[in-house]
């Protein structure tokens, strides 16, 4: 990574946990369904990104989240799940060899049905273990997938969205 590279990456995971924390914490739909755009900065993680600076950086990304949200590590914990098993994930949905390394897990890159694909997944993995870790147990089973699912189809919705801005801009610039 060149060293532009890293200052682009460090500004958009600056912008994005500043619209999580400043905007999308409070973008709720009938106290079910929850947006975390935050989740883009690790899903953009270039795909050459080592597993464990990927995990550190998710820690750290969920830990960041935690102190505004005030809970008690339940983002952390989430996102270094989906940290630990994004090669994996990766390496399923683009199982030729060695392709997970060069990927560049962008709309433009992967096309409409791929890149939604690949954010449903990592988004539910998240969501799956926020709100199962957040309710304590399976006490409030039927609540919990209601909140999974309906915050599944917000994130992925807003995520998607803000990719096709995104993808819409840089090719206006070209």
């Given amino acids: 990574m060149s060293s532009q590279d890293i200052i682009k990456a460090s500004l958009v995971f600056v912008l994005y946990l500043t619209l999580q924390v400043l905007f999308a914490r409070n973008l709720v739909l009938f106290d079910v369904a929850f947006c975390f755009i935050y989740l883009v900065i690790i899903l953009w993680l270039p795909g050459e ?75 539910f993995i998240h969501h799956l273990a926020l ?11 039927l609540n919990t997938l209601l909140k999974i699912f309906s915050s599944l189809l917000f994130t992925v919705l807003v995520i998607y969205l803000l990719s096709v801005f995104v993808t819409n801009l840089s090719r206006e610039k070209q």
């Avoid at 600076?53 to 952390?76: E, K, Q």
């Avoid at 709100?131 to 089973?141: K, Q, V």
């Fill in 49 to 123: 990104t080592d597993t464990l600076w990927v995990i550190l950086i998710s820690f750290a990304i969920g830990l960041f989240v935690d102190l505004f949200y005030n809970t008690a590590g339940v983002h952390a914990a989430a996102c270094t799940l989906i940290g630990f098993l994004r090669k994996s994930i990766l390496k399923s949905f683009f199982p030729s060899r060695g392709i997970e390394n060069e990927i560049n897990v962008r709309l433009a890159q992967l096309g409409h049905q791929r890149y939604l694909a690949y954010i449903a997944a990592m988004t």
């Fill in 131 to 141: 709100f199962f870790i957040e309710a304590g147990g399976t006490h409030l089973f």
